[in-house]
């Protein structure tokens, strides 16, 4: 039972565009949210998260939505660049407990130039 | 200051054999994560460590796995007798142990395959 949905396995957009990077959670107990981005051959970097009492953090060209009526959660990148080309994995944990992250199966981003 | 090392980068191995996966968390965290990544899925928690103590292995797959650490330092994940199905990019997670922080640090992952 996937608790964390990411359910566009890709994602091409122009340079300089807005991208929009989808995600939806079913267990009502998670309380944070993390955007993580992945090269290849790298692990997982932190990009941007959200606590559950915020529904919108911003951190430069990043924007994380938070609709916990709808149990779900996107992240903008604006403007898109090429640079911004990997997988973004959306990631929540509990406030409590080992707060071990539960992972979505990613996105791949393509920023075309 | 360093991130979160692993080693080895790459294993092969024959199954069958037994493969020990080490991790060295940033300085001062305490705590430390494993997870796996199979091919094409997201990752999936394995066990957590607060200190050297492991209050959650809840996501060890068998009792193949297991994993120890030293006081707040480096951890070892051992797989016995390796299967197939093991093959996948073993990560180690690190983070501080706060109320408001829930961010992990990631290093880069030891690719198993078993062949």
């Known amino acids: 039972d996937q608790q964390v949905k990411q359910n566009s396995p890709s994602l091409s957009v122009q340079e300089g565009r807005i991208s929009i990077l989808n995600c939806d959670y079913t267990?009502?107990?998670?309380?944070?949210f993390l955007w993580y981005k992945k090269y290849p051959a790298e692990g997982p970097t932190f990009l941007i998260s959200i606590s559950s009492i915020k529904d919108k953090n911003e951190d430069g060209r990043f924007t994380v939505f938070l609709n916990k009526s709808a149990k779900h959660l996107s992240l903008h990148i604006v403007p898109s660049q090429p640079g911004d080309s990997a997988v973004y994995f959306c990631a929540a944990s509990m406030d409590t407990g080992r707060r071990a992250l539960t992972f979505g199966s990613g996105t791949r981003l393509q920023v075309q130039p | 200051g360093a991130g979160v090392s692993q080693s080895p980068s790459n294993k092969v191995t024959e199954k069958g054999k037994d493969v020990e996966l080490r991790c060295d968390p940033i300085s001062g965290h305490t705590a430390l994560y494993w997870y796996r990544q199979r091919l094409g899925q997201g990752l999936e928690f394995l066990i957590y460590f607060q200190g050297n103590s492991a209050p959650d292995k809840s996501g060890l797959p068998s009792d193949r796995f297991s994993a120890e650490r030293t006081g707040e330092s480096v951890s070892t994940l051992t797989i016995q007798r390796t299967q197939q199905e093991d093959s996948a990019v073993y990560l180690c997670?690190?983070?501080?142990?706060?109320?408001?922080?829930?961010?992990?640090?990631f290093g880069p992952g030891t690719r198993l395959t078993v062949t």
């Open positions: 997670a690190s983070s501080y142990t706060t109320q408001t922080s829930h961010e992990q640090y």
């Open positions: 267990n009502s107990m998670f309380d944070y």
